[in-house]
């Protein structure tokens, strides 16, 4: 497809177990961003990708989330010792170049911590 | 799929009508503005874009303006259709950093 792709689309844990969310960037897209969104609210910043380096990751709230793009494509979010204040959408947007602001976002990943 | 907007603002038209949606932003450093349309269960999706040097842009269908003075977006919709019913956010992207601010959304009900 053309489109920023994530999966799974819904991830269902436990509390305390370990999840790993996936994106997969629109072809050729060099700057990749994660964003998380609670009900009601407009999605938050979490990290921002520029290739296989974290420019930006001032919006992880805590040691418990890390996020990986090692071949400057697709990226992997990772959460440790799941809460459940940690259930969300979990967005991800790519954009052409570092130049260019459009982000375009994909479906999400719906995590619900029980 | 996931609800967005149960607790967002609301505004009902009738189909055919256009319709105004407004948004205020709070960090004057922003200078690109963006506003996205977000149905339920997706993500959200590009409609239109303002760089701060400019004060009005337009699209099919949808105009933006910008108030720099007062911090004020809005985002104009015409004749507008049962198919634009969802919730739209304004954001913003600050001259230093990458990452979108999102405001608080609003939804938008379309009476056919």
């Known amino acids: 497809g053309a489109g920023v792709s994530q999966t799974p689309s819904n991830k269902v844990t436990e509390k305390g177990k370990y999840v790993e969310l996936r994106c997969d960037p629109i072809s050729g897209h060099t700057a990749l961003y994660w964003y998380r969104q609670s009900l009601g609210q407009g999605p938050e910043f979490l990290i921002y990708?520029?290739?296989?380096?974290?420019?930006?990751d001032s919006g992880l709230p805590n040691d418990r989330f890390f996020a990986v793009r090692p071949e400057g494509s697709v990226s992997t979010l990772k959460i440790q010792r799941t809460e459940r204040g940690d259930s969300a959408v979990y967005l991800c947007?790519?954009?052409?170049?570092?130049?260019?602001?459009?982000?375009?976002f994909g479906p999400g990943t719906r995590l619900t911590v029980l | 799929g996931e609800s967005v907007g149960l607790h967002l603002p609301t505004l009902s038209v009738q189909e055919g009508d256009n319709s105004i949606i407004n948004c205020a932003y709070s960090n004057s450093a922003s200078d690109y503005f963006i506003w996205y349309k977000q149905e339920s269960g997706k993500g959200p999706q590009f409609i239109i874009d303002?760089?701060?040097?400019?004060d009005k842009r337009q699209g099919q269908r949808v105009t933006v303006l910008l108030n720099k003075t007062v911090k004020h977006l809005s985002l104009q919709i015409a004749a507008t259709q049962p198919g634009d019913s969802a919730v739209y956010f304004c954001a913003e992207i600050d001259t230093g950093r990458r990452a979108l601010t999102f405001g608080s959304g609003t939804r938008l009900q379309v009476q056919p």
């Open positions: 303002i760089r701060s040097n400019m």
């Open positions: 947007a790519s954009s052409p170049t570092p130049l260019t602001d459009t982000q375009y």
């Open positions: 990708f520029q290739g296989t380096g974290a420019a930006d």
